[in-house]
């Protein structure tokens, strides 16, 4: 068999319908054996895209995705996209051409070593030089992409690799990797010695992060949630793995959170952290609030435990669906009616709130969040860029049932969302699942050319930018540190039209500029089978979470 | 800072070590010295590599090789308690008046004249860390001109295996 068509073959083998890619001179062979092939290829305007479009498409499936890019500079535009899925723990699997092996080493026409430059950010690089190993590799790389803790893995491939004829071959051969194996389930003697320390809880939280959405282990927390009485708190990577319209929920945490969310974490005397890595965006509990909170770390990389918090008192390696299962099979008879009465004492204290009371031009970009979070059904998923949106997504869009939020959390990635949503529209399951990615004009402008994807497959995406004429967020950096004189590169006032962006693309185009206007128009978007792109016109200065 | 030894069975793939220093400098541990040669496996590679760091950092290190596919096993080695050398060449200035207190010096260390010349002495010695130093410091008013040195290699004593 020609090793390009068992690299398909491979792929089908593993699930793959769809790949992402980009063409060039060292993946001809493989490009060729895709014309036979029942495996759908979409082609990106720009290579950067691919790893976003497979991680949308690995989130939306809760599979793996796969992006594919030539040597050299097809490859080097995969980095960012690699690094994003790595930090945030999103299986893919990047398959990148390389030169003739002959030429290896020797500085050819669109040579460069991937497998190095990928190397802190991948969990596995292959760079195949005998044919022959394609089947085993194929197979180790998805195994270890959707294994353990999941993330990218990249396979290089030769152009003359791809083109040679493999007599013999074993797709049936089990992958066994020596130094490769994930612990799954939750030591008993740390189980135990958990719900020793739960049980002497006052007031005990879950911290919840992406390893919950990652495990597929929402149902498992809900009902360890509900039967033990302990609050649900969620980071910026977990938001949505709880319903945000449980009276348990108590808010996302960190630099995207709300306020009341961090009194509530400040007078917890018991941290439940699981599939979370505590992290510096998120939150890394100041040394004093640790030394009086008892840490239990629930994670499936062991190296997380302990990382950002050392004091970690009841360690657990494990994968979250697993070890809270293990939890439920024991009672823990907890009393937290007079915490449940703090909380929501808290609650109403610091509400949270919609409105502003500093006058502004255009809309107010929570109100637009909150409309769309009432207007969209529940088959929703949201995928929201990095900037000022990704705040106001995260707080004031309402994630709960059958809604999926996704982010570049870890990485904070601009021009995320455009490719992400692509990547989960085809994914989508259900037809009438609603796909909305929300970006600024800012990171809009970062995948413009990915419209014309969106365009040519007549998707059906709603794109909502907040237009404020300037990079919010780093603005607004700029003013914490430097004042209003500190404001420097962040201005995009160039008077773009976006509405012949649009026009260009064939997406319908929709402009909001006032409060009264949101409703109506996002109900019009809303009902539109169309790809829209929607305008929000705010203020500069409307810098406020 | 605190020395550790940690030996490590790894998978002899392309990119390995690249990957454990590329570990190493990104997340700022030190290395000290590191070694790496064959094993009784053609498929497997031993590493020893000398670390120097606090308890937090040093769990963190064991973790993070861990974490690494192609690594097999990471074990700390007490230099102590285990078997564990380091080869040093170290060349000396000598001259006809003094080249004999040098060598009576060296034998004292067990160190073996490997090369003698009109001006210079090169000796071969093999010990712990602490050994090793003892000698530096008796071979310095003599005048070290250089020296090479392996890096620590080490194994488990008795019948327990890596």
Same mark, same amino acid.
């Given at each position: 068999?020609?090793?390009?068509?068992?690299?398909?073959?491979?792929?089908?083998?593993?699930?793959?319908?769809?790949?992402?890619?980009?063409?060039?001179?060292?993946?001809?062979?493989?490009?060729?054996?895709?014309?036979?092939?029942?495996?759908?290829?979409?082609?990106?305007?720009?290579?950067?895209?691919?790893?976003?479009?497979?991680?949308?498409?690995?989130?939306?499936?809760?599979? =793996?995705?796969?992006?594919?890019?030539?040597?050299?500079?097809?490859?080097?535009? +995969?980095?960012?996209?690699?690094?994003?899925?790595?930090?945030?723990?999103?299986?893919? =699997?990047?398959?990148?051409?390389?030169?003739?092996?002959?030429?290896?080493?020797?500085?050819?026409?669109?040579?460069?070593?991937? $497998?190095?430059?990928?190397?802190?950010?991948?969990?596995?690089?292959?760079?195949?030089?005998?044919?022959?190993?394609?089947?085993?590799?194929?197979?180790?790389?998805?195994?270890?992409?959707?294994?353990?803790?999941?993330?990218?893995?990249?396979?290089?491939?030769?152009?003359?690799?791809?083109?040679?004829?493999?007599?013999?071959?074993?797709?049936?051969?089990?992958?066994?990797?020596?130094?490769?194996?994930?612990?799954?389930?939750?030591?008993?003697?740390?189980?135990?010695?958990?719900?020793?320390?739960?049980?002497?809880?006052?007031?005990?939280?879950?911290?919840?992060?992406?390893?919950?959405?990652?495990?597929?282990?929402?149902?498992?927390?809900?009902?360890?949630?509900?039967?033990?009485?302990?609050?649900?708190?969620?980071?910026?990577?977990?938001?949505? &793995?709880?319903?945000?319209?449980?009276?348990?929920?108590?808010?996302?945490?960190?630099?995207?959170?709300?306020?009341?969310?961090?009194?509530?974490?400040?007078?917890?005397?018991? &941290?439940?952290?699981?599939?979370?890595?505590?992290?510096?965006?998120?939150?890394?509990?100041?040394?004093?609030?640790?030394?009086?909170?008892?840490?239990?770390?629930?994670?499936?990389? /062991?190296?997380?435990?302990?990382?950002?918090?050392?004091?970690?008192?009841?360690?657990?390696?494990?994968?979250?669906?697993?070890?809270?299962?293990? +939890?439920?099979?024991?009672?823990?008879?907890?009393? $937290?009616?007079?915490?449940?009465?703090?909380?929501?004492?808290?609650?109403?204290?610091? /509400?949270?709130?919609?409105?502003?009371?500093?006058?502004?031009?255009?809309?107010?970009?929570?109100?637009?969040?909150?409309?769309?979070?009432?207007?969209?059904?529940?088959?929703?998923?949201?995928?929201?860029? =990095?900037?000022?949106?990704?705040?106001?997504?995260?707080?004031?869009?309402?994630?709960?049932?059958?809604?999926?939020?996704?982010?570049?959390?870890?990485?904070?990635?601009?021009?995320?969302? =455009? /490719?992400?949503?692509?990547?989960?529209?085809?994914?989508?399951?259900?037809?009438?699942?609603?796909?909305?990615?929300?970006?600024?004009?800012?990171?809009?402008?970062?995948?413009?050319?990915?419209?014309?994807?969106?365009?040519?497959?007549?998707?059906?995406?709603?794109?909502?930018?907040?237009?404020?004429?300037?990079?919010?967020?780093?603005?607004?950096?700029?003013?914490?540190?430097?004042?209003?004189?500190?404001?420097?590169?962040?201005?995009?006032?160039?008077?773009?039209?976006?509405?012949?962006?649009?026009?260009?693309?064939?997406?319908?185009?929709?402009?909001?500029?006032?409060?009264?206007?949101?409703?109506?128009?996002?109900?019009?978007?809303?009902?539109?089978?169309?790809? &829209?792109?929607?305008?929000?016109?705010?203020?500069?200065?409307?810098?406020?979470? | 800072?605190?020395?550790?030894?940690?030996?490590?069975?790894?998978?002899?793939?392309?990119?390995?070590?690249?990957?454990?220093?590329?570990?190493?400098?990104?997340? !700022?541990?030190?290395?000290?010295?590191?070694?790496? !040669?064959?094993?009784?496996?053609?498929?497997?590679? *031993?590493?020893?590599? @000398?670390?120097?760091?606090?308890?937090?950092?040093?769990?963190?290190?064991?973790?993070?090789?861990?974490?690494?596919?192609?690594?097999?096993?990471?074990?700390?080695?007490?230099?102590?308690?285990?078997?564990?050398?380091?080869?040093?060449?170290?060349?000396?200035?000598?001259?006809? !008046?003094?080249?004999?207190?040098?060598?009576?010096?060296?034998?004292?260390?067990?160190?073996?004249?490997?090369?003698?010349? *009109?001006?210079?002495?090169?000796?071969?010695?093999?010990?712990?860390?602490?050994? @090793?130093?003892?000698?530096?410091?008796?071979?310095?008013?003599?005048?070290?001109?250089?020296?090479?040195?392996?890096?620590?290699?080490?194994?488990?004593? !008795?019948?327990?295996?890596?």
């Amino acid at each position: 068999m020609l090793a390009s068509k068992l690299i398909l073959k491979c792929l089908e083998l593993e699930g793959v319908d769809t790949i992402f890619g980009y063409p060039g001179g060292a993946l001809l062979p493989l490009y060729n054996a895709l014309i036979d092939s029942d495996i759908t290829h979409v082609l990106v305007r720009n290579e950067q895209a691919a790893p976003h479009c497979a991680s949308g498409y690995a989130r939306e499936k809760g599979t =793996v995705g796969v992006c594919m890019a030539t040597s050299g500079p097809g490859a080097t535009n +995969l980095i960012t996209g690699i690094a994003t899925a790595y930090m945030d723990s999103i299986p893919i =699997v990047a398959i990148t051409g390389q030169v003739n092996r002959a030429l290896i080493g020797t500085d050819a026409f669109q040579e460069a070593d991937i $497998t190095g430059a990928t190397q802190p950010f991948t969990k596995r690089s292959y760079l195949v030089t005998n044919a022959d190993d394609l089947p085993r590799i194929f197979k180790e790389a998805f195994h270890i992409a959707r294994t353990g803790r999941p993330g990218p893995v990249l396979i290089d491939i030769p152009k003359d690799v791809q083109e040679e004829n493999i007599k013999i071959y074993d797709f049936d051969k089990p992958v066994n990797i020596v130094g490769y194996k994930p612990h799954y389930e939750g030591h008993t003697g740390q189980i135990k010695k958990a719900i020793r320390v739960i049980k002497s809880a006052k007031r005990p939280v879950i911290y919840a992060g992406g390893g919950i959405v990652l495990s597929k282990a929402e149902e498992e927390l809900i009902t360890f949630a509900e039967k033990n009485k302990i609050p649900v708190i969620t980071t910026l990577m977990g938001v949505g &793995c709880f319903p945000q319209t449980h009276p348990m929920y108590c808010g996302v945490i960190g630099s995207h959170g709300y306020q009341y969310t961090s009194e509530i974490m400040e007078k917890a005397d018991l &941290c439940f952290c699981v599939g979370a890595r505590m992290s510096d965006r998120g939150t890394t509990p100041s040394k004093e609030l640790i030394d009086d909170m008892i840490l239990v770390h629930i994670d499936i990389d /062991p190296a997380e435990i302990g990382k950002n918090v050392y004091q970690t008192n009841i360690p657990i390696v494990g994968d979250a669906k697993i070890v809270l299962g293990q +939890l439920l099979e024991k009672d823990i008879g907890l009393q $937290t009616e007079q915490w449940h009465e703090e909380i929501r004492e808290i609650k109403e204290r610091i /509400p949270v709130d919609y409105s502003e009371n500093i006058p502004y031009v255009g809309v107010n970009p929570k109100l637009v969040f909150k409309t769309l979070s009432d207007l969209t059904r529940e088959e929703t998923t949201l995928v929201a860029d =990095v900037g000022l949106n990704q705040f106001w997504a995260s707080l004031y869009f309402k994630i709960y049932g059958g809604r999926k939020f996704f982010t570049s959390g870890g990485l904070g990635t601009m021009g995320y969302s =455009v /490719p992400a949503a692509i990547g989960a529209y085809l994914a989508k399951e259900n037809a009438d699942r609603q796909i909305v990615a929300v970006c600024g004009d800012g990171s809009f402008q970062m995948f413009i050319g990915e419209l014309a994807v969106i365009g040519e497959q007549k998707m059906n995406i709603k794109i909502i930018m907040i237009r404020n004429r300037k990079l919010g967020m780093v603005r607004q950096l700029q003013k914490n540190v430097y004042g209003k004189n500190g404001y420097f590169g962040t201005d995009l006032s160039f008077d773009i039209h976006f509405d012949k962006i649009a026009e260009a693309y064939d997406l319908e185009y929709y402009c909001i500029d006032s409060d009264d206007a949101i409703e109506e128009q996002l109900t019009k978007v809303l009902q539109s089978d169309q790809s &829209c792109l929607v305008e929000c016109v705010v203020d500069e200065d409307f810098l406020y979470i | 800072m605190k020395k550790h030894v940690l030996s490590l069975l790894v998978e002899n793939n392309s990119g390995v070590l690249s990957r454990i220093a590329g570990l190493f400098a990104r997340r !700022g541990y030190n290395i000290d010295s590191l070694t790496v !040669g064959i094993t009784e496996n053609t498929k497997v590679s *031993r590493i020893t590599i @000398v670390t120097s760091g606090d308890e937090k950092t040093l769990e963190q290190i064991k973790k993070q090789l861990n974490k690494i596919i192609d690594v097999i096993k990471v074990l700390e080695i007490d230099p102590d308690k285990e078997v564990c050398r380091e080869l040093v060449f170290i060349k000396v200035k000598a001259t006809d !008046g003094n080249r004999s207190d040098i060598i009576s010096i060296s034998k004292l260390f067990r160190a073996n004249v490997v090369d003698v010349g *009109r001006e210079s002495l090169v000796f071969e010695i093999t010990g712990i860390y602490s050994k @090793v130093e003892a000698f530096f410091r008796m071979m310095e008013p003599y005048g070290i001109l250089e020296f090479v040195r392996s890096g620590a290699t080490g194994l488990q004593r !008795g019948k327990n295996l890596l």
